[in-house]
């Protein structure tokens, strides 16, 4: 019976997560995410790349110009991402969630993190910008790496993951 209840739950447990956050999302969720994106991201997407690499503190996500001599997506890029890590720094995830939606997974987590619990850092790239985020607490890093496979999955067509995309992008610190 113990087993039973084990499995029950495991089960259970699994099939509540969201697809969503766990593959490609469907052309008219893509539609709409790139269109809310229009609106909060002054970037071109069709221009740039998102990379997610999830770590064991946390992750870090990039952004990066298809064309390394476009000053201009650059630009754009790296006034984003500085914003809105000052904005995460302050417990406001208002931007993911204008694009995403409020159920989006994780974001929860992420924004009632006291300030601190995660550390939040930028840094410039010769062709874009990441943001890193660190913490030791099991609870927040699980919401990290909810929230980029969620980005992922929104984002498919404008994002991958680092170890599927060509290492000699990747940025080291």
């Given at each position: 019976?113990?087993?039973?209840?084990?499995?029950?739950?495991?089960?259970?447990?699994?099939l509540?997560?969201?697809?969503?956050?766990?593959?490609?999302a469907?052309d008219r969720?893509l539609?709409?995410?790139?269109?809310?994106?229009?609106?909060?991201?002054?970037?071109?997407?069709?221009?740039?790349v998102?990379i997610?690499?999830?770590?064991?503190?946390?992750?870090?996500q990039q952004?990066?110009v298809?064309?390394?001599s476009?000053?201009?997506q650059?630009?754009?890029?790296?006034s984003h991402?500085?914003?809105?890590?000052?904005?995460f720094?302050?417990?406001n995830?208002?931007?993911?969630e204008?694009?995403?939606?409020?159920?989006?997974?994780?974001?929860?987590?992420?924004k009632?993190?006291?300030?601190?619990?995660?550390?939040?850092?930028?840094?410039?790239?010769?062709?874009?910008?990441?943001?890193?985020?660190?913490?030791?607490?099991e609870?927040?890093?699980?919401a990290l790496?909810?929230?980029?496979d969620?980005?992922?999955?929104?984002?498919?067509?404008?994002?991958?993951?680092?170890h599927?995309?060509?290492?000699?992008?990747?940025?080291?610190?």
């Amino acid at each position: 019976m113990t087993k039973f209840l084990i499995v029950s739950f495991l089960l259970a447990s699994a099939l509540s997560v969201p697809v969503y956050a766990l593959e490609k999302a469907d052309d008219r969720r893509l539609d709409e995410v790139a269109e809310r994106g229009s609106h909060v991201m002054p970037f071109d997407l069709e221009k740039s790349v998102h990379i997610f690499s999830k770590t064991n503190t946390g992750g870090t996500q990039q952004v990066i110009v298809k064309d390394k001599s476009d000053v201009e997506q650059i630009n754009l890029i790296r006034s984003h991402l500085s914003e809105i890590t000052e904005a995460f720094k302050q417990g406001n995830f208002s931007n993911p969630e204008k694009i995403h939606g409020a159920l989006m997974p994780g974001l929860a987590e992420l924004k009632s993190a006291k300030p601190g619990q995660i550390e939040i850092t930028y840094k410039e790239l010769p062709d874009g910008a990441e943001i890193t985020y660190a913490t030791s607490i099991e609870k927040l890093k699980h919401a990290l790496h909810q929230w980029f496979d969620a980005q992922l999955s929104d984002h498919a067509r404008h994002a991958v993951p680092e170890h599927h995309y060509d290492s000699s992008h990747r940025h080291h610190k």
